[in-house]
């Protein structure tokens, strides 16, 4: 995602590299946003979400902090070993 402000002005989905903004979490949208989706084969992170962007209507909350997905074992496992041993990111206590 490419940010200006709080607004989004581009999106792209896993474009090649790194060192750029990504989508994860929750979206709050109008029933509007329905307008955007073609039919039940659409894919909401290409065409919906690249149209919000360029017509002005996708904004965006950046998070500086830590962030780790857990979508998988491997994911879970890394998590609970920063946790063991105590140097886990998110702990505030």
């Not at 709080?6 to 979206?27: C, L, M």
């Not at 690249?50 to 902090?65: K, M, P, S």
């Not at 962030?67 to 946790?83: H, V």
């Amino acid at each position: 995602m490419r940010l200006d402000g709080t607004r989004v002005s581009e999106f792209v989905e896993k474009p090649a590299g790194d060192g750029s903004w990504i989508n994860a979490g929750f979206f709050v949208c109008s029933p509007r946003v329905l307008d955007y989706v073609a039919g039940d084969e659409t894919v909401w992170e290409r065409e919906p979400m690249e149209r919000l962007a360029r017509d002005g209507q996708l904004g965006a909350y950046t998070h500086e902090g830590f962030w780790q997905p857990m979508d998988a074992l491997r994911d879970r496992q890394q998590l609970e070993a920063l946790w063991a041993t105590g140097h886990a990111p998110w702990k505030r206590w």
